[in-house]
């Protein structure tokens, strides 16, 4: 079982952002308040709060249902399986977000950027033929951290930003 805590350095405080299991061939992505996403062996993909799944309009029906997919199973992923995205803005962090003890797995401090910039985070899962990218939707990848295993997972922090106006390290 491989397991990873994110969290976010603000004014040297760290902030809880959420917590990734990968227990078997299962991918868990673990937020607050008892809500998750879920990639299973299976390829079931769903969101839910609790034992109750997230219900929304984008299925085939358009009316409300579960957030409930089917993938691929994430050990026939080749290439980059998106898991789930999750960000905040940098100014809400400290008041959306639970204090944490210490550093996580995977740390981000966002003392460079704007309080108007969205700290964002795309996890997936990836296999032997994903390549590296620089960025995510036109936005700069931080930093990445990778979790090895039977299904390995990709966690990578980028920022939602006016980039003219903020001077953004890219990850190399």
Known sequence: MANATVTVLASGQHWLAFDVNVEGSNVYLNYLNGQHTSYHSSGQHHQKTGKNYVLWTGGISGKWEPLRKLK????????REKVAGIGWVISKISTDLPAADKAGDFNIDIAPFLDSAILAFEISVVGSAASDRNEIVGFPVLQRHRMPG?????IEAFLISDVLREKIPRFP
């Open 72 to 79: 691929q199973g994430p050990t026939k992923i080749h290439g």
């Open 150 to 154: 039977q299904v390995e997972v990709e």
